[in-house]
C-alpha cells in the first residue's frame, strides 16, 4: 500500500489567500484525521470524520477553517482566508477502526508557509 | 477524561546504553495505548501498541513498551539505544469518550537525543 498520501507536500502562500490541501487516505480505512503542528502549539486535532462524517471539528481554530471528505478515499482542508498564524505542518492521518485496531497512519504533511 | 503525560521533554542517552521514554495515562475502562516516532521532516510512524494480553508488547526497530496498570504507565524502552533512534517521540491513548471513531489523545512528545 501506497500509504497516506499527502498534497502538496509544501505550499507557500500570501495573506489572504485561499490554500487547499489535500489527503488521500489508505484504501479501506474507516476513519480520517487533520492535525497541525507548530513549535508553540505541539499537535493538534482540527478535526476528524468516520465513514466520510464529520464526527468532531471542535478542534478547527475558526471558520476560516473547513473540511469535506466526499469519499472514502478523499478528504481536502480549506483555509480562506490565509493569515500568517496558520503557518504549520498540517497532517493527514487514516485508521481502520473495529476490533483491537485503532492505530492510526500518518502522512508524510504539508508545510505551509502564509507571508 | 482521558489524558496522557510525557514527564519529560527530552532524553538524552549515550549510543549503546539502554533508554526509556516515560508516558502514564488516565482513562476510564480499559486502556488501549500507543507510541509513535517522529523523524525530522516526517510524519509519524507508529511503533507499537497495547490493546490486551502480555504487558510487554514488542515493536519496530527493536522497540518495546511495558504496561503497569498498577502504576498506569506506558514506558517505552530498548536495550542499546542507537544515535539513529534520536527523535520525537509521542505517546498516545485512544479516547473512549468518543466512541468507536478511532480517535487518539496525543501527549505533547518527548524529544530522544542518542550521542555518540
Known amino acids: ?115 | 477524561a482521558q489524558s496522557v503525560a510525557q514527564p519529560e521533554d527530552q532524553v538524552n542517552v549515550a549510543e549503546g546504553n539502554p533508554l526509556t521514554v516515560k508516558c502514564t495515562y488516565s482513562v476510564s475502562g480499559n486502556p488501549y495505548l500507543f507510541w509513535y516516532v517522529q523523524y525530522p521532516n516526517r510524519g509519524l510512524q507508529f511503533l507499537l501498541k497495547y490493546i490486551t494480553g502480555d504487558n510487554l508488547v514488542k515493536g519496530s526497530y527493536g522497540f518495546e513498551a511495558e504496561f503497569n496498570k498498577s502504576q498506569t504507565s506506558f514506558h517505552l524502552k530498548k536495550p542499546s539505544a542507537l544515535v539513529s533512534d534520536s527523535a520525537l517521540y509521542f505517546c498516545a491513548v485512544r479516547d473512549g469518550g468518543s466512541g468507536n471513531t478511532g480517535k487518539l489523545i496525543f501527549g505533547q512528545g518527548t524529544t530522544l537525543q542518542v550521542k555518540p
Not at chain 1, 470524520?49 to 481536502?76: C, L, Q, W
Open chain 1, 1 to 115: 500500500d501506497a500509504g497516506v498520501i499527502q498534497s502538496p507536500r509544501h505550499e507557500v502562500t500570501e495573506m489572504g489567500q485561499e490554500v487547499t490541501l489535500r489527503c488521500k487516505p489508505i484504501s479501506g480505512h474507516n476513519s480520517l484525521f487533520w492535525y497541525r503542528q507548530t513549535m508553540m502549539r505541539g499537535l493538534e486535532l482540527l478535526i476528524y470524520f468516520n465513514n466520510n462524517v464529520p464526527i468532531d471539528d471542535s478542534g478547527m481554530p475558526e471558520d476560516r477553517f473547513s473540511a469535506k471528505m466526499p469519499n472514502a478515499s478523499f478528504s481536502t482542508l480549506k483555509i480562506q482566508p490565509s493569515e500568517p498564524r496558520d503557518s504549520a505542518v498540517y497532517f493527514c492521518a487514516s485508521s481502520l477502526v473495529g476490533a483491537l485496531s485503532y492505530e492510526q497512519y500518518f502522512g508524510p504533511g504539508t508545510r505551509l508557509t502564509v507571508t
